[in-house]
């Protein structure tokens, strides 16, 4: 198990290296000067030039890199242009919103697509089966925004239930929930009913079944712990997909969180902001992968050989 975490946050490491090198080297060749923006609009040509010195804009990208690089593994990933804040402490201010939504989103998402999914595979053929197919189609079918914008329609402005934006208070958060949950419940729901079928047609679940074994102990202590692998697998890539999402609906919401942050940071040309996001977002979308690994090796230790 030991040699299996260090293969994995090897993996992760290189990962984020590799994130921080397209990201930043993208960022330099995007329209848009940051010595520029931080002088202001109307700064003559020589302030500029300063700012760009002071910046260290001049020297060559690579070295401008190697400088950045060591700044971040001594945990320091510069100043905003735009609030002249560290961009660490802004990013911590923010992150908390962010995980909250995207994590509950996908954890509400894998228990209740895991639940339906069982449900729609021991009745497969019968009316169960086909409403949650419909529900699923319906679910991968409807974009976010479309989803958030109805759902502000009928219980903000019709029914009064909810607010439109962020109050900071647990209510702000049931709609963006809501919004982000249908397609990864239609996702997962789908996936464990596909996969639970596969199972239940294994002939290790027929002897069982022959011998006068329970079909509710077959399906809780055999099916479902086979059923789980690609459940959890799909997990770590839907979540990278919800904190996609994430930035959408903190927009339409007006959450205070990371993904909202990322826009104006990119409105504004904002550049350590920038960098400083895409690393933090990527590093928690490779500590939730390497999660997923691990939870697979715990199901099926055969996984950790790999």
């Known amino acids: 198990m030991l040699s299996f975490l260090v293969r994995k946050f090897f993996q992760v490491a290189l990962t984020l290296l590799l994130i921080s090198v397209v990201v930043f080297f993208m960022l330099r060749f995007m329209p848009g000067d940051p010595a520029q923006v931080l002088a202001g609009q109307d700064a003559n040509e020589e302030l500029v030039e300063a700012m760009r010195d002071r910046m260290g804009l001049n020297d060559p990208v690579a ?3 190697l400088t950045y690089l060591k700044l971040v593994l001594k ?5 905003s242009i735009r609030s002249h804040q560290p961009v660490i402490d802004e990013i911590m201010a923010r992150l908390p919103t962010t995980l909250l939504l995207g994590f509950s989103s996908i954890g509400i998402a894998l228990v209740l697509g895991l639940i339906i999914g069982i449900w729609a595979a021991v009745n497969v053929g019968r009316w169960p089966d086909y409403m949650v197919l419909l529900g699923a189609l319906f679910g991968v079918s409807a974009p976010s925004f479309w989803t958030g914008l ?9 029914l009064g239930w909810l607010p439109v934006v962020a109050t900071g208070d647990f209510q702000s958060y049931i709609l963006p929930v809501a919004t982000l949950v249908p397609l990864s419940l239609a996702v997962f729901s789908r996936l464990a009913r596909s996969t639970m079928l596969d199972v239940l047609s294994e ?3 027929r002897t069982a079944l022959s011998k006068g074994v329970s079909g509710r102990v077959v399906l ?18 839907e979540l990278a997909r919800l904190f996609g999402g994430v930035i959408a609906v903190e927009t339409i919401f007006a959450l205070p969180g990371a993904g909202r942050a990322l826009v104006d940071a990119i409105m504004t040309r904002d550049f350590p902001m920038i960098q400083g996001l895409v690393l933090v977002l990527a590093f928690v979308f490779a500590l939730s992968n390497l999660l ?3 939870l697979n ?3 099926d230790p055969r996984i950790r050989r790999r």
């Open 220 to 237: 809780y202590r055999h099916c479902l712990r086979n059923a789980l692998i690609p459940v959890v697998t799909i997990a770590g890539m």
């Open 63 to 65: 070295v401008q890199y």
């Open 150 to 158: 109805l759902l502000i329609l009928v219980f903000s402005v019709y």
């Open 292 to 294: 997923v690994d691990v």
């Open 297 to 299: 090796g715990i199901i």
């Open 203 to 205: 002939d290790y679940v």
């Open 75 to 79: 945990g320091d990933l510069g100043n």
